[in-house]
């Protein structure tokens, strides 16, 4: 859907973006090509997607052979999309994305890729959401404001790494694709976003880690200045906290961001 197209669909429907939902249309068929190339789903596969607007990213995921599980809260779009998307490979869920049950409205037990423009308000919500599932996405490709993605991508050491940062990268390569200017959506957005794409390396350690590791780095990386002990003590106890350091290697000394993955889930698995 281009810019012509969008404006013709808005003014049908007697329509105007939501600035309260985030609603952001990407109006350029060539990223869009882009990003399903980058997918590469195959026919038959689960794709889910949160927040489908008018359905040109979905049509594409579709016409590939996708099996797609949309998921819209805004009421007018998914009457849109349920008198426009007739495929029978298209299932539409009218919800909350970061708030509904995922796993209820995916088949079970089926590997999964999440492909998306995701609203940037909910961005980091609903990538969080993917991580604590039991059996996260086998791939992840987000459209997403610039700061969001450099911070998912970023390494050990540095400024923007953090606690998504090291939850996405304990199970993923995540890349930074490409950055897209504003002037590929409508509305224009204030500011620039990239496209990230996360490919699951094949490790999935224990759920239970994964949920302590979670703990663990939001409790640091909420006080990202401080040593590491003070905030942990005080979350998991001094003496607990002073072991499980020692066993793992790990200074008392050091801060959040010198940590890399593997040492976090040394010490998640020594809480």
């Known amino acids: 859907m281009n810019k ?5 669909t808005l003014e049908k429907f007697n329509m105007r973006p939501s600035r309260v939902l985030g609603q952001n249309f990407l109006i350029d068929k060539n990223l869009l090509d882009y990003i399903v190339r980058e997918a590469h789903p195959e026919p038959g596969e689960i794709v889910l ?7 040109a990213l979905t049509r594409l995921l579709l016409a590939a052979g996708a099996e797609l ?4 809260f805004d009421r007018r779009l998914c009457d849109y999309l349920r008198n426009n998307i007739k495929e029978p490979n298209f299932h539409l869920t009218e919800n909350d994305a970061c708030r509904v049950d995922i796993a209820s409205i995916l088949p079970e037990g089926r590997p999964f890729r999440a492909i998306a423009n995701l609203p940037y308000a909910i961005s980091s919500i609903f990538v969080g959401k993917l991580l604590d599932l039991p059996s996260p996405p086998v791939q992840m490709i987000f459209m997403l404001q610039k700061e969001m993605a450099q911070r998912l991508a970023a390494r050990p050491g540095t400024k923007n790494y953090g606690a998504l940062s090291v939850r996405s990268q304990q199970l993923y390569d995540v890349k930074l694709l490409r950055t897209v200017p504003p002037q590929v959506f409508h509305p224009r957005p204030e500011v620039d976003s990239a496209l990230v794409k996360f490919e699951a390396t094949g ?7 994964r949920k302590r590791l979670c703990g663990i780095v939001r409790c640091v990386f909420a006080q990202r200045r401080k040593m590491l002990l003070k905030p942990l003590a005080a979350a998991y106890g001094r003496e607990k906290v002073e072991a499980a350091l020692q066993k793992a290697g790990i200074s008392e000394s050091a801060r959040p961001a010198e940590l890399d993955i593997k040492q976090y889930e040394q010490l998640a698995a020594f809480l």
Do not use: H, N, S, V
């Open 4 to 8: 012509t197209e969008l404006f013709a």
């Open 49 to 55: 997607e949160a927040g489908p607007g008018f359905g």
């Open 69 to 72: 599980y949309a998921i819209e």
């Open 203 to 209: 490790y999935l350690p224990d759920f239970e880690l």
